[in-house]
């Protein structure tokens, strides 16, 4: 049998894995290249996908960055294409108006959805793509979020945060070279994310133990694997390394890959994750900005960590904490966000959040095991001061 924690990324492509854990693991994604230069091979992907029209989605920074590179290079590869340029200077957000406009501008004869993008113009292109039936690929223009290799879209719908089925893609280009110069906030927050599966992995594992919850310890494996990686070489993000920026680019399509391998998110998302839904979806019903997702996914981490801690009396005999000292560090040398106060959420929100962050889901976590003890208020008492030290909202 493989071993996957030493398989190249591009190999995952149209994996089909009979593994220990009983299942057998399948990727339906034909191409995933990680490389500097890779953009040159979207004319040879598209043909291999079965050609245009090809229908591009790209904003005015993806436009810049990516989509009129690639725009050129189809061209002169005589490959038919029209595109979607959101005019918007704003962040645009993948609710009614954005995925409106796409569809409106979708043309009977396109074969092939390319969003040029990252968080929203990738989630929307997969909507399209899952809706009518045309197959999409990506081309990543920053390692911001795990969402690349996912099969669901999370949408704004009527201002609420609501997430639709949708598909992969059948193809990920991700140039080092453009992904290198995004912007800096959209590098911390993709090692963000991928911090946060320090404790994402610790929860499944105890939902494992304690409820005898599915478990696959090869996918837990190959994602601790590449966090690790990840941590490593974190000092080299704040200097844009294009290793650094390599490695945690791979975790993010990894991390989509692992949760289609496991049929949920368990392998990527924990309790973290629930801190940071909590906190934007607050900010959305007061209408105010909020941080990108994995930079406040890395203070759930930090602050998920921190319960485990609480809680270790109580955990079961030999389970291995989280290190919350290991993430602290890891975000400080990235340069990502390590408190709610850098992301600007007030104390009583961060406060609310640690009581009520479990009710976002039915999915067992460090949040749910402290309730269960009776002890989930006495730790949001306790730590809500200590992430605020000088009583500052
Ligand atoms: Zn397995
Ligand atoms: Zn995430």
């Known amino acids: 049998m493989k071993n996957l924690t030493a398989m190249?990324?591009?190999?995952?492509?149209?994996?089909?894995?009979?593994?220990?854990?009983?299942?057998?693991?399948?990727?339906?994604?034909?191409?995933?290249?990680v490389e500097n230069g890779c953009l040159a091979q979207l004319p040879q992907t598209v043909q291999e996908l079965g050609g245009g029209p090809a229908y591009l989605l790209a904003d005015p920074n993806t436009y810049a960055a990516a989509a009129e590179k690639a725009g050129a290079l189809l061209t002169a590869a005589g490959i038919p294409f029209h595109g979607q340029l959101y005019r918007t200077q704003a962040p645009l957000v993948p609710n009614e108006?954005?995925?409106?406009?796409?569809?409106?501008?979708?043309?009977?004869?396109?074969?092939l959805i390319i969003a040029v993008g990252s968080g929203t113009l990738n989630d929307t292109a997969r909507f399209l793509s899952s809706r009518t039936g045309i197959p999409y690929m990506v081309v990543c223009t920053a390692p911001s979020m795990d969402g690349y290799a996912s099969t669901v879209c999370p949408l704004i719908l009527d201002g609420q945060k609501i997430t639709k089925p949708g598909v992969y893609p059948q193809a990920i280009l991700a140039d080092t070279d453009i992904l290198k110069e995004a912007p800096m906030p959209m590098l911390t927050a993709g090692f963000g994310d991928i911090i946060g599966k320090?404790?994402?992995?610790?929860?499944?594992?105890?939902?494992?133990?304690?409820?005898?919850?599915?478990?696959?310890e090869a996918c837990a494996q190959l994602m601790a694997h590449a966090v690790e990686k990840c941590a490593q070489n974190a000092p080299g993000l704040k200097a844009r390394d294009p290793q650094a920026i390599q490695y945690v680019t791979e975790a993010l399509i990894l991390s989509g890959i692992a949760m289609g391998m496991v049929g949920n998110s368990r392998p990527a998302s924990g309790a973290e994750h629930h801190f940071s839904h909590y906190w934007e979806v607050d900010a959305l019903r007061w209408g105010q900005p909020h941080p990108l997702h994995g930079n406040s996914v890395g203070v759930g981490a930090v602050l998920s960590a921190s319960l485990y801690q609480l809680a270790q009396s109580r955990l079961p005999q030999g389970f291995p904490l989280p290190d919350k000292g290991h993430i602290l560090r890891c975000l400080t040398a990235a340069g990502s966000p390590t408190g709610p106060q850098e992301l600007g959420i007030r104390q009583a929100l961060f406060y609310e959040s640690i009581l009520h962050a479990m009710e976002i889901r039915d999915r067992f976590t460090i949040l749910r095991f402290l309730d269960r003890e009776g002890l989930l208020g006495g730790c949001a008492a306790e730590l809500a001061p200590r992430f605020y030290p000088a009583g500052k909202e």
């Open 198 to 216: 320090y404790t994402a992995l610790a929860d499944w594992r105890l939902s494992q133990i304690l409820n005898g919850e599915y478990y696959c």
């Open 8 to 33: 190249p990324l591009a190999d995952f492509a149209g994996l089909s894995y009979p593994c220990q854990c009983g299942r057998t693991h399948t990727v339906s994604i034909q191409k995933i290249l």
């Open 97 to 111: 108006h954005t995925l409106g406009e796409a569809l409106a501008n979708l043309e009977p004869s396109d074969k």
